[in-house]
């Protein structure tokens, strides 16, 4: 089993639609949780965080974190084309500081 | 802050060549990261370090690839030979222990083809 798995996607949203991604983790011990996007032919960049169990919103991200569950998910509402992108789930282990954790990624395209 | 630097931008060599990536981390950072991505493996990290020692170089695919973090504001990922199978966005990023969230920052990257 992967460390972190996220759905393979992509993902096809109309413009203002709900964009609902998902990432299940191994490590129980995990301790945070991060969401980067990355555009088509640029680099990852931090969106979300997460470090306890609930709901965290960010504009219109939020981040979900299920610990029991090993689940943690990105909602991103009123979703805009500027969303289409690559958005990668990152975990980080108590036991291994420093390091990330990342899933394959799931690929959203927003649709007007 | 100018954020992590990587260069060269792009690169194309011919099979059999060394590639030598440069990155320069956010001053003050303390570990360094270099990941590999490809469409089918998606981002793998290939080795990282913390104030410049090598911390888990488990992921580097074999003797061809080597790293270097000579002191806080340099590293090197060197490939010898290459091959076309090395062909690959190598990303390099950096965070600092302690911060909020440690948040890992990306360079731009170093877009290799190996021909």
């Known amino acids: 089993q992967k460390e972190v798995e996220q759905n393979s996607g992509p993902l096809s949203v109309p413009e203002g639609a709900i964009a609902s991604l998902n990432c299940t983790y191994s490590?129980?011990?995990?301790?945070?949780f991060f969401w980067y996007r990355q555009y088509s032919g640029k680099s990852p960049e931090l969106i979300m965080s997460?470090?306890?169990?609930g709901d965290k919103e960010d504009g219109r991200f939020t981040a979900q974190l299920n610990k029991a569950s090993q689940y943690v998910s990105l909602l991103i509402r009123d979703s805009q084309p500027s969303d289409s992108a690559t958005y990668l789930c990152?975990?980080?282990?108590?036991?291994?500081?420093?390091?990330?954790?990342f899933g394959r990624g799931t690929q959203l395209t927003v649709w007007p | 802050d100018a954020g992590v630097i990587q260069s060269p931008r792009h690169e194309v060599t011919e099979m059999g060549q060394e590639v030598t990536l440069r990155c320069k981390p956010i001053?003050?950072?303390?570990?360094l990261f270099w990941y590999r991505q490809t469409m089918m493996r998606g981002l793998e990290l290939l080795i990282y370090?913390?104030?410049?020692?090598?911390?888990?170089d488990s992921g580097m695919p074999e003797d061809r690839f080597s790293a270097k973090m000579p002191n806080a504001s340099f590293s090197t990922l060197k490939i010898q030979p290459s091959e076309p199978r090395d062909s690959a966005v190598y990303f390099c990023?950096?965070?600092?222990?302690?911060?909020?969230?440690?948040?890992?920052?990306f360079g731009p990257g170093t877009r290799l083809l190996v021909l």
């Open positions: 990023a950096s965070s600092l222990a302690g911060e909020v969230g440690e948040t890992q920052y």
């Open positions: 490590d129980r011990v995990s301790q945070s």
């Open positions: 997460i470090y306890s169990n």
């Open positions: 990152a975990v980080r282990r108590g036991s291994t500081l420093g390091r990330l954790y």
């Open positions: 001053s003050g950072h303390d570990y």
């Open positions: 370090f913390n104030n410049n020692v090598p911390i888990d």
